[in-house]
């Protein structure tokens, strides 16, 4: 049994890198800053992934140096900690919400004094609580957090530096994360975090059985779907249109600007849209018909209309 838990584990650590690997090529050719927030964020993820597995993989060896258990253990823990304090970070990046930074503040004291309290523990503190149950608590919070916020506020507030294309598909990446999160909530308090609270629930489990490692997978598996059409320029609609303009040399922001021109939108909406000024909407315009060879907005459609790259 232990074996098979082992291969499950390893099974979720490959379909999760391949979603990590699509993160950061999207994050080194989009230069999103929610791509690269997320980056970082999946890969603490992925520590906490690797960090299971290789305990799991010394309980089958039967190597058990008290140690090398007690270093596993504190990896472990600032793994969660570090996952507390840039989970509303990543969010942050995708949504404007007041109170932001003070928001990031709290999450990220929080997590480091969690983290703080962790390595106390590993040098052999005593403490009245223990630190572990912070932790995880502290987890599950930022994890209800992040994906409520990601989904119910993030069609309304879009944060500056995202493009339509993007924005709409973190849309749609948010709401499948919700699902997910939803699901798996009581799998993390159950099996994951609090399993002596529940014995006649998960005293037939492995003792080395969790949940997160799938939830990493699926979630991985989710944001690769919505985002390997783009590295590939294979998209529709929206996405393909914004796509297209980066073979002119245009900027990230030019682009955006672009993607604006061709919805119609004027001058003002423009730098409604993107949170710009007036006098910088027309400086990217400028550029963007400098770039691409025409000299107003109807030269500029016809010549997206008719290039044959298109």
Do not use: Q
Not at 56 to 79: M, P, Q
Not at 88 to 101: D, G, M, T
Not at 154 to 164: E, F, L
């Amino acid at each position: 049994m232990e074996h098979l838990v082992f291969l499950y584990y390893i099974v979720c650590y490959t379909l999760g890198g391949i979603g990590l690997l699509v993160a950061v090529l999207k994050a080194a050719t989009g230069r999103v800053p929610v791509e690269r927030c997320y980056v970082v964020f999946m890969g603490v993820f992925t520590l906490l992934v690797v960090s299971v597995t290789v305990s799991v993989y010394a309980h089958n060896i039967g190597f058990s140096d008290s140690r090398f258990r007690s270093l596993l253990s504190f990896v472990t823990l600032a793994g969660c900690s570090l996952m507390a304090a840039v989970l509303p970070r990543f969010i942050h990046a995708l949504v404007v919400l007041p109170f932001e930074r003070t928001i990031n503040r709290i999450f990220a004291a929080t997590g480091f004094a969690a983290l703080a309290f962790a390595a106390l523990a590993l040098a052999g503190a005593v403490f009245p609580f223990a630190p572990d149950g912070i932790v995880f608590s502290l987890l599950i919070v930022s994890i209800a957090y992040s994906t409520t916020i990601g989904n119910v506020y993030a069609r309304k507030r879009k944060k500056s530096g995202t493009g339509d294309a993007d924005f709409s598909r973190w849309c749609t990446i948010m709401k499948s994360i919700s699902i997910l999160t939803v699901a798996f909530l009581p799998l993390f308090v159950v099996i994951d975090f609090f399993p002596e609270a529940f014995p006649r629930i998960t005293r037939n489990l492995p003792k080395t059985l969790c949940a997160f490692p799938l939830f990493y997978a699926l979630w991985n598996l989710v944001y690769a779907v919505r985002t390997i059409p783009l590295l590939f320029g294979k998209t529709k609609g929206k996405a393909a249109e914004e796509w297209d303009f980066s073979r002119f040399g245009l900027s990230p922001r030019e682009r955006e600007v672009a993607f604006a021109l061709t919805k119609g939108y004027s001058y003002k909406e423009i730098a409604d849209r993107l949170s710009i000024s007036l006098a910088t909407v027309k400086t990217h315009v400028n550029r963007i018909y400098e770039k691409t060879g025409t000299g107003n907005k109807m030269e500029f459609a016809r010549k997206l209309r008719n290039d044959p790259e298109r």
